[in-house]
């Protein structure tokens, strides 16, 4: 298995530009609900879970380099599910709790967790399909 690239992780890559092309160039322009409300969700573990855990590499709290596990996905996703839906609509003024956000970071989740476990979703293929 070859490292988990962090930064220069492809999913990591293009979720950032996803997110940079709509913020600035997508929602100023378009005015449709998704991509206003939950596209950008999508995007939050991909976008932040590798420089999260390469600050968990630096500091030795992650003490490999393999892609991130169900668990990893898993933890920041709740932690995060907890802190931006419940906890942070109490502390800043303006802000709701969303369920749907929740799907949305969910649903961006699995499909992060499939994309970083490519290589093994190939390989099963090629084993199940005797190639």
């Known amino acids: 298995m070859k490292p988990f690239a962090y930064l220069r992780d492809p999913l990591f890559l293009v979720s950032c530009a996803?997110?940079?092309?709509?913020?600035?160039?997508?929602?100023?322009?378009?005015?449709?609900?998704?991509?206003?409300?939950?596209?950008?969700?999508?995007?939050?573990?991909?976008?932040?879970?590798?420089?999260?855990?390469?600050?968990?590499?630096?500091?030795?709290?992650?003490?490999?380099?393999?892609?991130?596990?169900?668990?990893?996905?898993?933890?920041?996703?709740?932690?995060w599910s907890v802190l931006f839906e419940v906890i942070g609509p109490h502390l800043i003024r303006g802000t709701t709790g969303d369920v749907w956000d929740v799907l949305a970071y969910t649903t961006g989740a699995a499909t992060a967790w499939l994309g970083w476990r490519r290589d093994w979703f190939l390989q099963l293929f090629r084993v199940t399909h005797g190639l």
Not at 28 to 54: E, G, K, M, Q, Y
């Open 18 to 79: 996803l997110y940079a092309l709509n913020r600035w160039l997508v929602k100023p322009h378009l005015h449709v609900i998704f991509f206003h409300s939950w596209f950008n969700d999508l995007l939050l573990i991909p976008c932040a879970l590798p420089p999260l855990l390469l600050c968990h590499r630096w500091l030795g709290i992650r003490a490999h380099d393999a892609s991130p596990s169900v668990c990893e996905i898993a933890t920041h996703l709740v932690g």
